[in-house]
């Protein structure tokens, strides 16, 4: 942990709540990446990473200040982007809701010197869509659990912390999150490998 993030946790508990911003301007963009991964929409992640601060604020009093802060907040807002993910299941989608801003998670780009053909660009956009729709087949905690894993670069036992669930059944969640996006994506692909062939 930074001597930045030890100040901030100090003095936030010590009753001067302004200096949670460090903590804030710190981690925010680590949290949006992850929760418009999660949710999909980047108007529900700005919701998600809000509500995970005010979380984190909140129980800051029972963090354990020898450990690190970030696994800490993004186990906050792993939590915090599954509640919205049910949430918003339950309800009807956004309007013009269309999964535009997805950070990283993005077919790999040529060099900016190249131009990529119409045809490669319309692969692009159509793997991505295939892609959006099969995460968007996953339950909450494999999807969350796929994408700190497999996006994010999270550990297992940061995950399972996350989720709050065993390494174990952590593993299975990634497991069965792998073998639905390779069902779901399979066609996807076949129909690719034909069109190229």
Partial sequence: ???AERAAIRETRAGNPDTFAVLVRLHSRTLYRLAVRIVGHPERAEDVVQEAFLRAFRALDRFDAESEILPWLRRIAANAAI???RRARREEPLEGEDHQEW???RPSRLPASTEP???RR???AQMGRA???ALDGLSPDERTAFLMRHVEGCSIA???RALGKRENATKQSIFRAVRKLRRSLAAWTE????ELA
């Fill in 1 to 3: 942990m930074t001597d």
């Fill in 83 to 85: 509640d919205e993910l």
């Fill in 103 to 105: 950070g990283e998670w």
């Fill in 117 to 119: 053909s119409p045809d």
């Fill in 122 to 124: 319309t692969a692009s």
């Fill in 131 to 133: 892609a959006r729709r």
């Fill in 158 to 160: 940061e995950i399972s």
């Fill in 191 to 194: 129909v690719r490998r034909e």
